[in-house]
């Protein structure tokens, strides 16, 4: 849950991040700020997951590395693709109507 809730934050601050770049620009040099967050969400995971496989485990766990990085890392992030896949669904729908 942690985790999740950690990309979520992650996510959150890149989209704001291109938005504000945006605003600073005067104009639209990032045109899907969605993408640019699971960007963001990309890159981070990378880095965490590379953490996890380069260090040993706390003492008193047992979970293998295939465990702690579906767990931690890759479950956040399908959990996040898919939100953010249902919402640009849900936008593209909504310009489709007259």
Same mark, same amino acid.
């Given at each position: 849950?942690?985790?999740?809730?950690?990309?979520?934050? @992650?996510?959150?601050?890149?989209?704001?991040?291109?938005?504000?770049?945006?605003?600073?620009?005067?104009?639209?040099? @990032?045109?899907?700020?969605? @993408?640019?967050?699971?960007?963001?969400?990309?890159?981070v995971s990378l880095v965490h997951g590379y953490k996890i496989i380069s260090t040993t485990p706390p003492h008193g766990h047992d979970e293998e590395i295939?465990?702690?990085?579906?767990?931690?890392?890759?479950?956040?992030? @399908?959990?996040?693709?898919?939100?953010?896949?249902?919402?640009?669904?849900?936008?593209?729908?909504?310009?489709?109507?007259?």
């Open positions: 849950m942690g985790a999740l809730i950690f990309y979520t934050a @992650i996510y959150f601050l890149g989209y704001y991040a291109a938005h504000l770049l945006n605003l600073i620009i005067g104009g639209t040099l @990032i045109r899907n700020r969605r @993408i640019s967050g699971l960007l963001a969400v990309f890159m295939s465990h702690a990085l579906g767990f931690y890392i890759i479950l956040p992030i @399908i959990v996040i693709v898919i939100a953010v896949a249902i919402r640009i669904w849900q936008e593209s729908g909504d310009r489709d109507i007259p």
